[in-house]
Every structure is written in C-alpha cells, then in structure tokens.
C-alpha cells in the first residue's frame, strides 16, 4: 500500500528503513524544524514555568508545580491576606468590635442621668454626705471630713442627748465663722458646685453639726466645781472635748430646753458658736427639732480617718432614763386605748343578756 493512499488521521509516527521519522499529521507542524522531543519536552517545560513566574507562585528558576494549576501560587499566599473563612471571621470580630465601643457611647449619658437620679433620690430620702467647713466639732471631726448623715433614724427613734446633728440655721444661726460660699457667675461652674454640694464635696453655707447635749423640758447650765456641764443636775464627762475646753467654759443658765427645741454645742468649746452665743436669739439659744437634718453616724473621709460617731457613755444614765420614763408610760397609753372597746363590748352584752318583755293580749 502507498503511503500516499493512506488516511493522514490514521498515520502514525514511524521509522523507515532509512532512519528517517514520518510526520505526525495530529502533531506538531513540521514547519518549526525542531524535533518532536523538543516539542513536547523543553519548550512544554519552560512554557509552565514561565505561567508559574508570572503567578509569583515560585522564585525564578524553580520547578513548577507537578499539576501546573494556579492554585498552588494561591497556597503559598500568607494566611489572612485573602478572603478566607479567617478572613472573615476577623471582619465580623471587627464589626462587633466597633459596634458594642458605638452602644457604649449611646448608653453612657443614659447611665449618668439614672445615677444622678438615685443618687438624689438617696441623698433626698435616706442618706445624705456633708462636709465639716469649721473647726467648732474638733477633734471630733476636722475641717475637711466627711460624713454621712442618717436621715430616716428619726422616724424610727427620737433624738438622743449625744447625738451629732446636723440641722439647718438658715436666717437664724448666722455664726461668726461662717464659711461663706460664693456663688459662681459660669453656669457650669454653678453646676458643679451644686453637685459638690449636693454631694457632701462643698460647704452650703446654711447647714451647721453639733452635739445635743439638752431634749425638750431638760435644764442645762454650766458649771460645777469641776466646770463641768449640767443636765438636770448631772454633771458630764465629756472625754470627747477638744484640749482645754473646760478651763475655757463660762457659766450660763440654768436654761429650761422649751418643748420641741434641742440645746447643742460643739465639741471644742472655745471656738464654737453654739447655743450658748444664740441665748439672746428668739427660742434662747435651741434650735427646733424640725430643722433637723439628720445624725452623723460616719466618717466617711479621709479613707484614714474613717469611723463610727457612736454616743457617748456620759449619756447613757441620762438617756436610759428617758427611755424608762417613756416605757412607764407605754402600759397606760395601751391601757386607755383598750379601754374603749372594752366598755363598748361590754354594753352590747348587757343589752343581748336582757329579757325579753312579751306584752299579753
């Protein structure tokens, strides 16, 4: 059969006898005039190498990747420079992020507003701080301290010989002393200054602290041979004093405490503007029981000088025999009010136990 009969799909690459190699009509044209092997091998090579180089897959003169694909440059990119899953991940992390630091911000005033409110409802209703602008309760309390003043106590319980009060003086206890606060022109400067004040941070400027040491229809007068206070005849110890207050008493009275008025003094005697200086004062010296704020009953600052204000035991005998004489009069108060409903009881069984009057025809 002549090779020119043949079908040129069905001719095969074949060596003649003379060494020569036929044509592969699905190959490569003969018209490059480079051998078959190098056809398919040098040129196949360097042809993926160069697709690899331009991927940046690989560093120039190194071999390609056996499947010659592009997804190995995309493995030997580093972790998160794509769009991975962690990729992802990390812009929702982000987004979160930014999204709880923007609500904060939303809800901060918020929080400020409810806080101040609590804090006033607090301050109003049940305790209130203040701050100590004179020298008149020392060394008992110091310029400087605060504290916190108990303001239900009196609701529960009447005001004790001891106590340490705080009660408004306002256009009557203007002492010479007095810790004048100057009103700030800049509203926001006003502003805190309120809140200072309201806060136990700021003096007022009408609110005054001192010790009672009289209750309503008490008598009080100063002194015995030792220059010590009386109270209804008994003398007091009072360990609390500043240094040197009692060598620098004077005598007054003997003064009767009118009812619903308290007598009260400071702790350091010498300086203090107490009822002893308001004797000329409308209610001779005492204050009411309404302007009663409330009882100190803590240091709160400094953190160094924190501590309780109890009542000294000078006026314990006193007190308890306050209590005792109202006890003495709880069984009668009792006995009166039981007394009504008894009597009426008792009508009504003498009227149920009466015959009955049949009248006869």
């Known amino acids: 059969?002549?090779?020119?009969?043949?079908?040129?799909?069905?001719?095969?690459?074949?060596?003649?006898?003379?060494?020569?190699?036929?044509?592969?009509p699905n190959g490569a044209s003969e018209d490059s005039g480079s051998p078959a092997s190098t056809r398919g091998g040098a040129s196949a090579v360097s042809e993926a190498a160069a697709k690899h180089d331009d991927t940046g897959g690989g560093r120039s003169g190194s071999p390609p990747d056996e499947s010659g694909s592009e997804t190995s440059a995309a493995a030997d990119e580093p972790a998160g420079?794509?769009?991975?899953?962690?990729?992802?991940?990390?812009?929702?992390?982000?987004?979160?992020?930014?999204?709880?630091?923007?609500?904060?911000?939303?809800e901060l005033p918020i929080l400020i507003v409810i806080a101040l409110v609590l804090a006033f409802v607090i301050r109003t209703w049940v305790v209130q701080p203040f701050y100590i602008p004179s020298s008149s309760m020392?060394?008992?309390?110091?310029?400087?301290?605060?504290?916190?003043?108990?303001?239900?106590v009196y609701e529960?319980?009447?005001?004790?010989?001891?106590?340490?009060?705080?009660?408004?003086?306002?256009?009557?206890?203007?002492?010479?002393d007095d810790v004048t606060v100057e009103e700030p022109t800049n509203p926001v400067s006003r502003l805190f200054t309120w809140v200072g004040q309201q806060f136990g941070m700021a003096p007022t400027?009408?609110?005054y602290i001192k010790r009672v040491i009289g209750l309503p229809g008490d008598t009080v007068q100063c002194c015995d041979e030792q220059n010590r206070v009386l109270v209804n005849g008994v003398p007091l110890n009072e360990d609390y004093l500043y240094p040197g207050s009692l060598e620098t008493h004077q005598e007054f009275g003997p003064v009767e405490v009118p009812e619903g008025r308290l007598w009260v003094m400071?702790?350091?005697?010498?300086?203090?503007y107490d009822s002893r200086m308001h004797q000329s004062d409308p209610g001779g010296g005492t204050i009411s029981e309404e302007s009663v704020v409330g009882?100190?009953?803590?240091?709160?600052?400094?953190?160094?000088?924190?501590?309780?204000?109890?009542?000294?035991?000078?006026f314990t005998g006193l007190n308890e025999g306050t209590a005792e004489a109202a006890a003495a009069g709880v069984p009668f108060a009792l006995g009166a009010a039981a007394a009504v409903p008894v009597h009426l009881a008792g009508r009504r069984a003498r009227r149920g136990a009466r015959p009955v009057r049949r009248r006869g025809r």
Do not use: C
């Open 266 to 272: 400071g702790d350091h005697r010498a300086v203090s």
């Open 1 to 24: 059969m002549n090779n020119d009969d043949l079908d040129p799909r069905d001719t095969e690459i074949r060596d003649t006898d003379d060494g020569a190699v036929q044509p592969d």
């Open 138 to 152: 020392e060394d008992t309390l110091l310029i400087g301290d605060r504290v916190f003043v108990n303001k239900l």
């Open 295 to 314: 009882r100190a009953f803590v240091i709160v600052w400094p953190l160094g000088r924190m501590d309780t204000l109890p009542i000294p035991d000078t």
């Open 81 to 106: 420079t794509g769009e991975g899953p962690d990729a992802t991940m990390s812009a929702k992390k982000q987004g979160k992020g930014e999204e709880k630091a923007g609500s904060f911000w939303k």
């Open 205 to 207: 400027g009408k609110d």
């Open 156 to 176: 529960v319980r009447d005001i004790k010989r001891g106590d340490i009060v705080v009660f408004n003086g306002s256009g009557s206890w203007d002492e010479e």
